[in-house]
């Protein structure tokens, strides 16, 4: 089992920065790949960013690329989420998730709340 905690979300101004973190416990001695995924009120959920266990593969949604950036520290067991630029689209509750190579995710947080004010 690996269980994950997000954090840093809050309230931001459009065009501010924020910078999620999720912090993986448990069975982390495992390799996993990583992502970032978000959900608005009345829609479904996207994902955001992903990143392979090395960190040497990465993956943006086209909205926010050159604006976010995934990152891992693999030895803190965390993975981050640097947000520039925000936009009020960018506004919904962020999870990060875990899977392993190849699998899909099986492991997620509960989640942290991101607003953009315009």
């Known amino acids: 089992q690996v269980q994950l905690v997000e954090s840093g979300g809050g309230l931001v101004q459009a065009g501010g920065s924020l910078r999620l973190s999720c912090v993986a416990s448990?069975?982390?001695?495992?390799?996993?790949?990583m992502g970032w995924f978000r959900q608005a009120p009345g829609k479904e959920r996207e994902s955001v960013a992903a990143i392979s266990w090395s960190g040497g593969s990465t993956y943006y949604l086209d909205s926010v690329k050159g604006r976010f950036t995934i990152s891992r520290d693999n030895a803190k067991n965390t993975v981050y989420l640097q947000m520039n630029s925000l936009k009020p689209e960018d506004t919904a509750v962020y999870y990060c998730?875990?899977?392993?190579?190849?699998?899909?995710?099986?492991?997620w947080g509960q989640g942290t709340q991101v607003t953009v004010s315009s």
């Open positions: 448990g069975r982390t001695s495992s390799t996993y790949a």
């Open positions: 998730a875990a899977r392993k190579a190849g699998g899909t995710y099986e492991y």
